[in-house]
């Protein structure tokens, strides 16, 4: 399969692992000869907290795997890497696998991405953040917003709270910035008025003095963000591998929520992230509480409905979408629970 949007060059992957700052993988055990190697391309940031704890504890060695980790700086590169076979898993949001299926995402293939979803993840955590003198959706007018792409990613949850709140597309200006630690960064060097972002990014936001107008989740009560995504080729060949994948990830997660292991998965981001005692106890807060990961990595099916009521009013080529299980196959995950 081939794709216009392609970055194939060593070069490129290697700017973007270095886009990651302390995504770190754990060095391999003795005897990591004998793993089988997958490669999995992820968004930076604390929601690879599971992945983390399952490297950092032996739970995907024990499976037989060694997992590397690459960061994307953006959907479209992980979308591209992920359909071309640069990548055996990504970690994405659930709207990313729905537009390429459909034909929808930013870039192009000659022939139609196949892709799965086996497990979910979180409900996105997503806050609409902005400037500290936007204090109200009506001080957006205007005004200039980022989002990672404008026809995949969360993009569409940013439109959705505008017109919620009385915008036009007439009232406000859109940009691409990138992944969420990219839109960050251009919003503390002030370049927009405001973006979705993702936690402990509405932490940061806060301690500098920045506002959090709304979380997404406070409006839609369910909404699916970040699933566990392959090829169905591959998912198909590799049925071991992927559900040795999603038992340790489940183990990683397991040990997360143990009120004993605090201090010590605390660590462990830390060690992932560079991030300050402060922030870290708080993302422990946040991340693990109970708007937190889904505790059991389960697909949240009327999350995904919330998911594809938004891709059917702002997705081109317009599409009604309706069935959340088109894009979701539960057997990896189911066998991986036994």
């Not at 190697?37 to 995907?60: E, L």
């Not at 892709?115 to 979910?120: A, I, P, S």
């Not at 402990?200 to 699916?224: E, R, S």
């Not at 090829?231 to 489940?250: D, T």
């Amino acid at each position: 399969m081939t794709s216009t949007f392609r970055l194939r060059t060593a070069a490129q992957l290697c700017g973007a692992m270095a886009l990651a700052g302390g995504l770190a993988m754990t060095p391999a055990p003795a005897g990591a000869q004998a793993l089988e190697t997958v490669s999995v391309i992820v968004f930076p940031g604390g929601f690879n907290w599971p992945i983390w704890v399952a490297q950092d504890k032996g739970f995907f060695a024990k499976g037989g795997l060694e997992v590397k980790l690459t960061p994307t700086p953006s959907s479209a590169f992980q979308l591209s890497n992920l359909i071309d076979g640069k990548f055996d898993i990504g970690h994405t949001a659930i709207d990313n696998v729905i537009a390429y299926m459909e034909g929808q995402g930013e870039a192009k293939f000659e022939s139609k991405p196949d892709l799965v979803v086996f497990m979910g993840g979180d409900n996105g955590f997503l806050s609409l953040v902005t400037q500290p003198e936007i204090k109200s959706y009506n001080d957006l007018k205007g005004k200039t917003v980022s989002v990672d792409a404008m026809t995949t990613g969360y993009a569409f949850v940013l439109f959705d709270l505008l017109k919620r709140n009385g915008l036009t597309t007439a009232d406000y200006k859109a940009e691409r910035a990138g992944g969420a630690r990219e839109r960050w960064q251009a919003l503390q060097d002030g370049k927009h008025a405001g973006t979705m972002l993702i936690s402990p990014f509405d932490i940061l936001a806060k301690d500098k003095g920045l506002n959090v107008l709304q979380y997404a989740i406070d409006l839609y009560k369910n909404y699916q963000g970040l699933v566990g995504a392959t090829r169905r080729e591959w998912a198909e060949k590799n049925p071991k591998k992927l559900e040795a994948y999603v038992r340790a990830y489940l183990a990683g997660l397991n040990y997360l929520y143990a009120p004993d292991n605090k201090d010590e998965v605390i660590g462990i981001l830390r060690k992932n992230t560079q991030m300050n005692p402060q922030l870290a106890s708080q993302t422990y807060d946040s991340l693990v509480g109970p708007k937190g990961f889904s505790r059991t990595a389960e697909v949240d099916v009327a999350g995904v409905r919330k998911v594809l009521e938004l891709r059917s009013e702002y997705g081109q080529p317009k599409k009604t979408l309706t069935d959340p299980l088109r894009y979701y196959d539960a057997k990896y995950y189911e066998a991986a629970k036994r």
